[in-house]
Structures are given as structure tokens and as C-alpha cells.
């Protein structure tokens, strides 16, 4: 039984396909999504969703954050934003990181919401450098 | 029989007004395009959103509501119905405002007729106008539209949606839908009502029954932080997508009433210059005879 798996941005639909594993970045740690799993309901943070096929990568994207629903025969990933591997860009990440940071000095502790949601970016422009630097070096395996 | 320059005065009247249609329908026409691609690129974020919302709202059924966030299953009452009814700021749009406001009016009714309360949050200076002199009480309070670019679309998405989770919180309402016209295509705009609180059950949809009965959701991080985070972003994406959804109707539902007003324009003045020109051969016929009739008595 395939997995039918959608990604979704606000942006545009980025693909939707049949697969038989999906790889997800959750929240507490990477989860797969495979054909007859049990519900579940999933935050992502900052990472590389990969696609399998046959036990061969079908594609990777990289996803700044958003939920995923898993459910036996499909899994749905509504991502913050969603890229192609080779569309990231280091220099990019490094400016938005720089920025949040400033933005991150300036925040009250009091303002809990704003801080959760500030270290999210954070996390997902420091994973985005990380990624970045691996297509760079061609290293497809570490990721 | 209106003399040969009241003629010409109504000829050049109805030019101008052709010319002013004809001007609004460019300028929605142009308008239309931008809101359009907006539209159709944050709808299917929406649905899709909307499709994990029903299939969550499905797979909490059995539990006890008390236990679940109200805005996933409603405050266990149902007796104050929130409707949030998208209308434009501007008019001049055809059926556009009519359609919608007919629409809520009908579901207002329905309402009370099962003995609700219906309180009223319009967005759109339209909305606002009539529904204030219709039902002054049940008005919460309303918004403006600002023909939802896409800043200000946001801006009030999130404003929408902090309102409603905040009412939905306080337990001042106990269920919220949403009115809007839905864009079909420039001709086309479909009032529809959307429910947000309680999340409407998936219905006869086959994805949810192949799911192995009575599988429970789990949740990562726990169900509750995990459903503060994924319900008011539902209602803030359902707000968002449906603002520039109603702002594409808009200028479609304008541009197709300008084309409509200025072929109609059209039309009046081709009466009017037959009319103008008849009129005037008329008077020569007269003089003619008159001189001719004067010259034989001579």
C-alpha cells in the first residue's frame, strides 16, 4: 500500500505523491511516516523532509517549521515555507539568523508566545545554514 | 416629445457614464488578475488545512468534549452562533454584496428559528450598513475590508481570528461560521457558509473510513500545545484564504457589472441618437411643409 504524501505551503502545493516512506523533522526528533501507521499529529521544526521510494530517495525539501498529519494512507505536511534542496542559500540563512538574534536580544521575558516563536526561526535558519553547507560540500548522506 | 437639446444633454450624459464604466471595469479587470493568483495560491494551504481539521474533528468524536479545546469541539453548549460575513468595502459590483447579505439573512433566520442567538460580525462597510439597520442588537462589532491586498488581508486575518478565539475562549459564543463568496470565476462568485467552531466531521469522506476504527490521535508535543499552536493558525488560515478569495469575487462580480453597465450605456445611446436624429428630421419635415404650404397660399 503506497503513502499518498502531500506537501503544502501557503505559497503553492510543492508535491503530491504516492511513496512508501516519508521522513519528517518533528519537533522532538525525525519521524518516519509508513504505509498502516497509527494517527498522528505532528509539529516540525527546521529540517529536511525526505521522500522514499523503493528504499531510494525520491526527493528532498527543506521545511522551516508547520505540522504533519499521519494517518495510515497519507501524510499531510502543511510547512511554514517550503524549499528545494538547491534553492537554499547560506548567505541568506546567515542574514536572517543575525537578524532574529537582534530581534531576539530585544524581547522581554515576559513575552512567551514571541519568544517560542522567535527560537523556532532561529532553530530553522540554524538548520537551514547546516543543510546549506552540506549540498555545498555535496554531501548528500549526512543530511 | 423631449426637444432636440434635452436629446443631446441625455446623449452626453449617458457617454460620460459609459465613460466612467468602462474606466472601473479596466481598473478591476487589472485588479482582478493580482487578486486572483493570490486566491487560488493560498487555497490549497486552506483546504488542505481544512481536510486535517475535519479529520481531527472525526477522530476526537467519541471523547469527551469537556476534555477537548473549545475551539475544536465547541463549548458543549450551542446556543450563541457567531457569523462572520465577508462583504466588500466598495460598491458598485453587481450581485456581489446582495448575494451574500441574502445568504446570511436566510442562515440569521434558520437560527433564530431554532431559537439561537445570533450575533453578527460583519467585515466590509457594505455588510456593515445593512446589517446594522437589520439587526442593530445582535452586532458584535464591524470591520472594514480595505479590498484585501495582501498586507492588509493578513493584518485582518490575524485581527479575525484573535477576536473569534478570544470570544470562543471567554465562552461568549458557542459556534462561529464564516460567510463569504467563494470565487468560481469572474462571472461566478458562490456564497458559501464555512464552519470554524465546533470543526465540522469529515462527511462521507473515504480517506477517514479506511483508517483502522477507533485509532486514537496521537499528538507530538503533547495534544495540548500542540492544539493551541494548530487551531487559532486553522482559523487564521480559513480567515486569510477566504478574505482574498471574497476580494477576488469582488472585482470579478465589479468588472462583469461595468461591462454590463457600459454595453447597456452602449445600447442607450444608439437609442438616444436614433431618437435624437428622428426628432430632428421631423422638425425639418415641419418647416419644409410650413414654408411649402405658406408658398401655395401665396
Known amino acids: ?143 | 416629445m423631449p426637444s432636440l437639446k434635452e436629446l443631446r444633454g441625455r446623449i452626453s450624459g449617458v457617454k460620460s457614464t459609459r465613460k466612467i464604466t468602462s474606466a472601473m471595469k479596466m481598473v478591476a479587470a487589472s485588479k482582478l488578475r493580482r487578486a486572483q493568483n493570490q486566491a487560488e495560491a493560498a487555497r490549497p494551504y486552506a483546504e488542505t488545512m481544512q481536510r486535517m481539521m475535519s479529520e481531527l474533528a472525526t477522530a476526537s468524536q467519541g471523547m469527551d468534549p469537556s476534555t477537548l479545546p473549545p475551539l475544536l469541539a465547541g463549548t458543549g453548549k450551542d446556543d450563541v452562533h457567531l457569523l462572520v460575513i465577508l462583504t466588500s468595502d466598495r460598491g458598485l459590483a453587481g450581485g456581489f454584496n446582495a448575494n451574500i447579505i441574502r445568504t446570511a439573512r436566510q442562515q440569521i433566520e434558520e437560527l433564530k428559528a431554532k431559537g439561537r442567538t445570533v450575533r453578527l460580525l460583519p467585515v466590509g462597510r457594505k455588510g456593515a450598513e445593512i446589517f446594522r439597520r437589520y439587526y442593530p442588537d445582535m452586532i458584535v462589532d464591524s470591520l472594514h475590508n480595505n479590498s484585501g491586498t495582501q498586507q492588509t488581508a493578513y493584518a485582518l486575518a490575524q485581527d479575525l481570528a484573535k477576536r473569534v478565539g478570544d470570544l470562543v475562549e471567554a465562552g461568549e459564543i458557542d459556534a462561529c461560521s464564516l460567510l463569504r463568496n467563494r470565487f468560481v470565476n469572474a462571472m461566478t462568485q458562490l456564497p458559501q457558509s464555512l464552519a470554524l467552531v465546533p470543526l465540522p466531521v469529515a462527511e462521507n469522506d473515504n480517506t477517514v473510513h479506511e483508517r483502522a476504527d477507533g485509532a486514537v490521535y496521537e499528538f507530538e508535543p503533547d495534544e495540548g500545545q500542540l492544539l493551541a499552536q494548530l487551531l487559532p493558525r486553522n482559523l487564521l488560515v480559513q480567515f486569510y484564504a477566504a478574505i482574498l478569495e471574497s476580494a477576488a469575487g469582488e472585482q470579478g462580480a465589479r468588472m462583469t457589472a461595468m461591462d454590463n453597465a457600459s454595453r447597456n450605456a452602449s445600447k442607450a445611446i444608439e437609442r438616444l441618437s436614433l431618437r435624437y436624429n428622428r426628432t430632428r428630421q421631423a422638425n425639418i419635415t415641419n418647416e419644409l411643409i410650413e414654408i411649402i404650404s405658406g408658398a401655395e397660399a401665396v
Open chain 1, 1 to 143: 500500500m503506497p503513502l499518498r504524501t502531500e506537501i503544502v505551503s501557503p505559497e503553492r502545493r510543492y508535491t503530491d505523491r504516492e511513496v512508501d516512506m516519508v521522513v519528517v523533522p518533528g519537533g522532538e526528533g525525525d519521524i518516519a511516516a509508513m504505509p498502516g501507521r497509527s494517527p498522528l499529529m505532528l509539529q516540525l521544526r527546521g529540517g529536511v523532509v525526505t521522500l522514499y521510494k523503493d528504499d531510494q530517495v525520491l526527493e528532498r525539501c527543506f521545511v522551516t517549521g508547520g505540522f504533519v498529519d499521519m494517518t495510515a494512507d497519507h501524510c499531510t505536511i502543511l510547512a511554514d515555507s517550503v524549499r528545494a534542496l538547491e534553492d537554499l542559500s547560506i548567505d541568506d540563512a546567515r542574514q536572517t539568523l543575525d537578524q532574529l538574534k537582534d530581534q531576539w536580544t530585544r524581547v522581554g521575558p515576559d513575552e512567551i508566545e514571541l519568544r517560542a516563536s522567535l527560537s523556532r526561526q532561529i532553530q530553522a535558519a540554524r538548520a537551514e545554514i547546516e543543510v546549506a553547507q552540506k549540498v555545498q560540500q555535496n554531501d548528500l548522506k549526512a543530511i
